[in-house]
């Protein structure tokens, strides 16, 4: 007489997290069925930390000034005789997304685009998590003339971080000419242009002549002597915090015409 075969077979239902085996083996004349249930739970989720920044201290953080490590030049005109060209300043989409990564952290902030009109340009929307709550500002990029997609996805991205405040100091900077000479300077940031080479500005030239504090001192005893105020008095009639000269300088601007009239 031979040894009884064994015919086995597993069969498994899933559940969303459990399952269960079931083995059977048949003999001859018996059957017998074994069970084993196992129970798996459920993968503990992490919620993504918000970073908890006081909003002044974000927004001075991308406020904050781009280095000539960051700040490339381009030529904006040439004048007539060929001899000094115009430049005008900006920053790749690579330090704008650095400065995001850094001020926010980077599961704080992201960008979408979506096409606008049919010229090829490409809106962009950067949003920002800020204590908890998503904030979203937008801005309008044109297609280069090089690799146009690629182009206008970039400009539309750095102008609405210009709406943070990213880069927005170089829109204020004065317009600024450089001599083209023709024998390749040593400074390494120097470029070549049409007739020769241009050796950009540093940063540094257009920092201003006072401090931030100073300036703030000057400010507040302006306003102390020419309109008996103080400086709380003015963020309250201001009705913001007054913390950049722009924003001084148009409520000195204001209240010097108020008088006046």
Known sequence: MSDPTPLSYLSAVAFPFDFRIESVTKTR???MTTKTTKTTTKPRTTKPRTRKTPTKDLFANLDRPFSDQDVKWRVGRQSRDGKKAALLAYVDARSVQARFDGAVGKENWSVTYVPFGDTGAVMATVSVRINGEWVSKSDIGSPSNVEREKGAVSDAFKRASVAWGVGRHLYD???????????????????WVKGGYITPPRMADFKP????DEELKRFEEAIKGEFNISLAEAIA???????????????YTTQKEAKAS
Do not use: M
């Open 209 to 212: 002549k006072v401090t931030e």
């Open 237 to 251: 009639l201001a009705g913001n915090d007054l913390d950049t000269r722009q924003l001084r300088v148009a409520f």
């Open 29 to 31: 004349g018996i059957t």
């Open 173 to 191: 900077l004065p317009e600024t000419w450089r001599p083209i000479i023709a024998a390749k300077p040593s400074d390494p940031r120097a470029f």
